[in-house]
C-alpha cells in the first residue's frame, strides 16, 4: 500500500513536471517569436540588435535542447528517446554552447543599456554591437567545444546523460561555470547596479524652480504641501525597478544551475532535472522582462495589434442625433467628385450677381 502510494505520487509529480515544462516550451517559442517580429517591424530602437541576438538564442535553445529534454531526458521529460554516442555529444555540445550564448547576450544587452543611460553623449566609447556579439558568440563556441573534451557516453542501453550536469563536462564543469555564469552576472549587476545609482540620483535631486516662477507663501497650508507623503516609496521610482527585476530573474534562473555545475557530479545528476528547467525558463522570461516592460516596445506592438485587427464599423456619434446630422450620418460621405478650385470661381460671380440684382428689388 506505501508503495502504491509512493508510485502515485511520484507519477503525479512526474506529469506536473511535464505540464510545467510544456509551458515554457510553449512560452518560449511563442513569447520570442512575437518579440523578434516586433523588433525587426520598429526601425529606431537603440538596442534592436542585442534583442534580436537574444531572441534568436532563445529560438534556438527552444528548438532543439528543450525538445529534447521533453523527450530524451529523465523525468520531468518523458525518456523515451534513447540518444546514441553522437546525438548525445551532439545535444552536450548545443547545451554547452547556447547557454553561455544566452547569458552572455544578457550581460551585453545590460552594457549595452549602461552606456546609453549613464554616458549618451560619448558614442565614441560604445563597441560596434557586432563586434561584441561576435566575441559572445566565439566565446560560446569555445566553451561548447569543452563539452567535447569529457568522458563519452553510455553505449545505447544505459540511459544516456547528454547534458551538462551529469559528467559532460568533466573537469572543465568548474571552469564552464565560473566564464559561463560567474562572468555574466558580475557584469550584469555592475551595470544595472550603476543605473540604478544614477536613476536614485536623478530621484532625490530637488527640482529647478522655473524661471518667473512667484515665490512660495509662508502660510500653513504651503508648509503641508511640501512635506513628503506618508508612504514611502523605493528612490528612482519606475526607472529602478527595471534593473532590480533583471537581475533577481538572472539569479533565480541561472544560480541554482551555477551551483549545481560547480557540485560533485553525483549531486547534480540528482538535481538535473529540476535547476536544468529552472534554468530554461529563463528562455520563456526574457520577451517579457526585456520586451513588454520597455515603453518604445510596448507602443510598437500596440501599433502592430492595432493595424494587424479589423477595424470595428463606423458608428454614429452621440452628438449625431439631430435630425440632419442623422442623416448626414446613415447616408455617409458624399459619392460625387468634390468641387475643384477652378469650379468655385464661376459660382462666386453668379452668387454675386444675383445678389447685386436682388439688392435694388430690396431698396
Not at 551595470?191 to 512667484?214: E, H, K, Q, T
Not at 522570461?285 to 502592430?304: D, E, I, K, M, T
Not at 454614429?316 to 455617409?332: D, E, I, M, V
Amino acid at each position: 500500500m506505501a508503495n502504491t502510494t509512493e508510485l502515485n505520487v511520484s507519477e503525479v509529480a512526474g506529469s506536473v513536471g511535464l505540464i510545467l515544462a510544456a509551458v515554457v516550451e510553449v512560452g518560449a517559442l511563442l513569447g520570442n517569436s512575437a518579440l523578434l517580429v516586433v523588433v525587426l517591424r520598429t526601425p529606431g530602437l537603440r538596442d534592436a540588435l542585442y534583442l534580436v541576438h537574444l531572441c534568436v538564442v532563445d529560438l534556438l535553445a527552444a528548438a532543439s535542447i528543450m525538445p529534447l529534454g521533453l523527450v530524451a531526458a529523465p523525468p520531468p521529460g518523458l525518456g523515451r528517446v534513447r540518444l546514441g554516442p553522437a546525438s548525445c555529444r551532439a545535444a552536450r555540445f548545443l547545451s554547452a554552447a547556447l547557454l553561455p550564448a544566452c547569458t552572455l547576450g544578457v550581460a551585453a544587452l545590460g552594457l549595452a543599456r549602461y552606456r546609453l543611460i549613464v554616458h549618451p553623449l560619448r558614442p565614441g566609447s560604445r563597441p560596434p554591437p557586432v563586434l561584441v556579439l561576435t566575441t559572445v558568440w566565439a566565446a560560446a563556441g569555445l566553451l561548447g567545444a569543452l563539452s567535447l573534451l569529457g568522458p563519452p557516453p553510455a553505449p545505447p542501453p544505459a540511459p544516456a546523460r547528454c547534458s551538462v550536469l551529469a559528467g559532460g563536462l568533466g573537469p572543465f564543469r568548474p571552469l564552464w561555470a565560473l566564464l559561463a555564469f560567474a562572468l555574466p552576472a558580475l557584469l550584469l549587476l555592475g551595470a544595472y547596479g550603476s543605473i540604478f545609482v544614477v536613476a536614485r540620483r536623478a530621484a532625490l535631486r530637488p527640482p529647478r524652480p522655473a524661471r518667473g516662477a512667484r515665490l512660495r507663501s509662508d502660510s500653513l497650508d504651503s508648509r503641508l504641501s511640501i512635506l513628503p507623503p506618508l508612504r514611502p516609496r523605493l528612490p528612482g521610482g519606475k526607472a529602478a525597478l527595471a534593473p532590480a527585476l533583471a537581475v533577481g530573474q538572472f539569479a533565480a534562473c541561472w544560480l541554482p544551475y551555477g551551483c549545481a555545475c560547480l557540485a560533485p557530479a553525483a549531486r547534480a545528476a540528482e538535481a538535473e532535472a529540476a535547476v536544468t528547467w529552472v534554468a530554461y525558463s529563463a528562455f520563456a522570461a526574457h520577451p517579457f522582462l526585456y520586451g513588454l516592460l520597455q515603453r518604445p516596445v510596448r507602443l510598437a506592438l500596440r501599433r502592430l495589434t492595432r493595424r494587424a485587427l479589423p477595424r470595428p464599423p463606423r458608428a454614429c456619434t452621440p452628438q449625431a442625433w439631430h435630425p440632419r446630422a442623422l442623416l448626414k450620418c446613415l447616408q455617409g460621405p458624399p459619392e460625387g467628385p468634390a468641387l475643384g478650385h477652378s469650379e468655385a470661381p464661376e459660382q462666386a460671380p453668379e452668387s454675386a450677381g444675383e445678389h447685386s440684382l436682388s439688392m435694388p428689388g430690396a431698396t
